[in-house]
């Protein structure tokens, strides 16, 4: 297990999880937010590769389309 921070809260997570499979767990979809880890935005195209752990900081945002 791994503690992180996710959206501001904290929250443990499985270890071995990369930031793909949590932000489809958390019901978002890839295509429609931007991921920051650590004060970093990270590349879709990364999202499978990059695995999360203790300590890390996520935000993920999502973007609505409206008018």
Same mark, same amino acid.
Not at 6 to 29: C, L, M, P, Q, V
């Given at each position: %297990?791994?503690?992180?921070?996710?959206?501001?809260?904290?929250?443990?997570?499985?270890?071995?999880?990369?930031?793909?499979?949590?932000?489809?767990?958390?019901?978002?979809?890839?295509?429609?937010?931007?991921?920051e880890l650590n004060?970093e935005i990270i590349?879709?195209?990364?999202?499978? =590769?990059?695995?999360?752990? =203790?300590?890390?900081?996520?935000?993920?945002?999502?973007? %609505?389309?409206?008018?």
């Amino acid at each position: %297990m791994a503690d992180i921070t996710f959206n501001g809260k904290k929250r443990t997570i499985n270890e071995d999880i990369n930031i793909a499979t949590f932000i489809a767990d958390n019901n978002y979809k890839p295509e429609h937010v931007v991921v920051e880890l650590n004060e970093e935005i990270i590349p879709k195209e990364k999202y499978e =590769q990059i695995v999360l752990k =203790q300590n890390d900081t996520l935000e993920v945002l999502s973007f %609505m389309g409206g008018g």
